[in-house]
T-cell receptor, first 113, second 114 residues
């Protein structure tokens, strides 16, 4: 069964450092998303991406964040100058053309120390 | 923006009993309502979804109902089993050609006691 894969599963970084979280969406999907979940809290939308551009973003997704689809398979989330409050699980998701179901990856646990 | 409220936050039932989780949403433009199950250390997994042109949908032991007028939707799990124990999230989105930006509820931790 096709699935969304995320790497790494756990990333520890020093405050102020840049991190890149990587995702490989399901191969025929065209819509990509990043969500985050702070421990014990709800899943929050960060950004959606379609046709090589951001289609929607939340208030959380400020200038510290950026997304990129550097090649035909990867979808990345870059967080510049990480802060302690960026510590969370980050989930990548993708959905098919004209499909409504979003498939989520296993997540990357980011710990900023 | 959209606001989704979910109740209860925790739910404990005996194996074989039914479980009901309720959500309300605020944005009348929302037209797609997925329910996700999240097991420890994993990402949310879609278990059932419903669109706003449908009032009820059933898939084996799981059913979802939607009341567009009242802006609420519910998840019903019958004949619960211990493996149903997980965190369940409802979500609402404006999904036309894609899943769209989903606004999640706070989650319900369901425990099914054997």
């Amino acid at each position: 069964e096709p699935e969304v894969t995320q790497t790494p599963s756990h990333q520890v970084t020093q405050m102020g450092q840049e991190v890149i979280l990587r995702c490989v969406p399901i191969s025929n999907h065209l819509y990509f998303y990043w969500y985050r979940q702070i421990l014990g809290q709800k899943v929050e939308f960060l950004v959606s991406f379609y046709n090589n551009e951001i289609s929607e973003k939340s208030e959380i997704f400020d200038d510290q964040f950026s997304v990129e689809r550097p090649d035909g398979s990867n979808f990345t989330l870059k967080i510049r100058s990480t802060k302690l409050e960026d510590s969370a699980m980050y989930f990548c998701a993708s959905s098919a053309p004209r499909g409504t179901e979003a498939f989520f990856g296993q997540g990357t646990r980011l710990t900023v120390v | 923006g959209e606001n989704v409220e979910q109740h209860p936050s925790t739910l404990s039932v005996q194996e074989g009993d039914s479980a009901v989780i309720k959500c309300t949403y605020s944005d009348s433009a929302s037209n797609y309502f997925p329910w996700y199950k999240q097991e420890l250390g994993k990402g949310p997994q879609l278990i059932i979804d419903i669109r706003s042109n449908v009032g009820e949908k059933k898939d084996q032991r799981i059913a979802v109902t939607l009341n567009k007028t009242a802006k609420h939707f519910s998840l019903h799990i019958t004949e619960t089993q211990p493996e149903d124990s997980a965190v369940y999230f409802c979500a609402a989105s404006v999904g036309n050609t894609n899943a769209g930006k989903s606004t999640f509820g706070d989650g319900t931790t369901l425990t099914v006691k054997p």
